[in-house]
């Protein structure tokens, strides 16, 4: 059987790789972010987390968690100093005393409207087409590796 992987060259610097471009990357929009949510009084984290909650409210802290790709034990600090901060309320959930959902407050949906000229995409110097083409691009990469650890158990 003809194997797939093919021989690293000798020669590989540390930005040809791909893991480093996007974890470099990542660290960049969290420096970019930092004045623009410090505005707000917020960690990306705590951002990322009222933006899924802007997206749809009243969600369980696992559902939440899944989509942040953020473990329960992670979230919860982060949802604690939330409903601290009065943007989110934390309930158990009638129907379920294991569950617990978590819902924006008014505050925590007027933010929305402070947040509005928080983008960095004229900041990454991408035309619109290729800011859209980059992140469907790297969405997929991120679902590829995913479902690559799964195939592979």
């Not at 000798?10 to 969290?30: H, I, P, Q, R, T």
């Not at 953020?70 to 158990?92: C, D, H």
């Not at 087409?129 to 991120?142: N, P």
Request: hydrophobic letters at 35%.
């Amino acid at each position: 059987m003809k194997s797939t992987v093919e021989a690293i060259p000798e020669d590989l610097k540390l930005s040809d790789y791909l893991c480093f471009a996007v974890y470099s990357a990542n660290l960049a929009f969290g420096k970019a972010y930092k004045p623009l949510l410090e505005k707000l009084g917020l960690t990306y984290t705590q951002y990322i987390t009222i933006v899924s909650l802007w997206e749809q409210d009243d969600q369980t802290v696992g559902s939440l968690g899944a989509k942040l790709f953020l473990e329960s034990n992670t979230l919860t600090p982060i949802l604690k100093k939330l409903e601290a901060m009065g943007y989110v309320e934390r309930q158990r959930d009638p129907a379920d005393e294991r569950q617990v959902r978590i819902g924006l407050t008014k505050s925590g949906k007027r933010l929305r409207e402070k947040s509005r000229e928080m983008s960095l995409a004229d900041a990454t110097g991408l035309s619109p087409d290729e800011f859209v083409q980059l992140q469907k691009a790297v969405v997929t990469m991120r679902d590829n590796l995913i479902k690559s650890m799964h195939t592979s158990e």
